[in-house]
């Protein structure tokens, strides 16, 4: 038994992540690491002894859906997480990651969520690495490749399906990326520049995964009137590979969707039965990303977050800017572009339902380059934790 230790918190409500109930305990420190956990009553403390009573001890969040990965090398004190208890992120999710990206690619939107021009240096995944390396953010990084990225990198005509010759460029760059340290690797075929991938592309591309045992991450084709065809695809595409599919952000995206949780949800648990699949959400019925005018519809109302061409409309609803400019929010969607958005557009009750599902982990899906971020960046977890603590 150790008697002394460098610091020591006593008294914490301790919640260890093993999914057993919480429970009061002292907690020994030896050199940054936890020696002992139990009653440390008769043990002294050479730095710091500190009574934590009324407060709990948890290990560091995991945000499993995040676009930080420019951040993490610009502000590498990430304190939208740090402050919120995360201490990992999972990057280049929805099928955008800052690299390979070379310096002439075109910043195609959403690519301009995480890229800039002064950000296009990593035409290999491993520069980026080296890159998150020397800038020693302060969280632990779990890096995806897009297939978007892979498709700006490779491709002449993203409104295009990839001919044989780009796929194999991107299976080379994947396989590359994976061999350097890379988890796997993200789709976001909602969006223009993925759009136009078939099904086979995916799957093509994707072949190195399933050597590499990568994970695959999809922000799905459709989240409203085809999204049981997005899950089959999702599902087709791993069980191809033979590997682990994440669907990100699950959501029933436009009112004439809402309420179809309860069919989404049995057929992602009837899949699970088959096939490793996983699923995350974040806990708002507003989502954010790009603004596009094809996007306005599915919501109730639209908030710029930023806008490149007039950016003194941050922070303002699309329709009273509509009304100022006189036009209809698809055409003042139009002059504010590239601009980013965010859409209330799902229901209250999915969103819980999402969330209870026994499986769903955590994803805040923020955007850290946004003016005027959706509050998802510096709150998801912070909410959850009032939630948990409230329960
Ligand atoms: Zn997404």
Known sequence: MISSFDTILRNANVIDGSGQPAYTADIGLLKDRIAAIGNLDDATATQQDINLEGLSVVPGFIDVHTHDDRALLSNPDMLPKLTQGVTTVVTGNCGISLAPLSPNIAIVPPLDLVATEEWLRFPHFADYLDALDAAAPAVNVVALVGHTSLRAQTMTDLSLPASQQEISQMQQLLDEALQSGAWGMSTGTFYPPAAAAPTEEIIEVGQPLGRHKGLYATHMRNEADRVMESLEETFVIGKELGIN??????????????GMSGKTLQRIKDAMAEQ??????????ASSTMLHPDFIERASSVMVAWSTPHPKYAGRMLADIAAELGCDQREAANLLMPAGAIYFLMDENDVQAILAFDETMIGSDGLPHDNHPHPRLWGLFLECWDTMRAM
Do not use: F, M, T
């Open 245 to 258: 599919v994440v669907i990100s952000h699950h959501k029933l995206a436009g009112v004439r969707y809402h």
């Open 276 to 285: 490793p699949v996983c699923l995350d959400c974040y806990p708002y019925n």
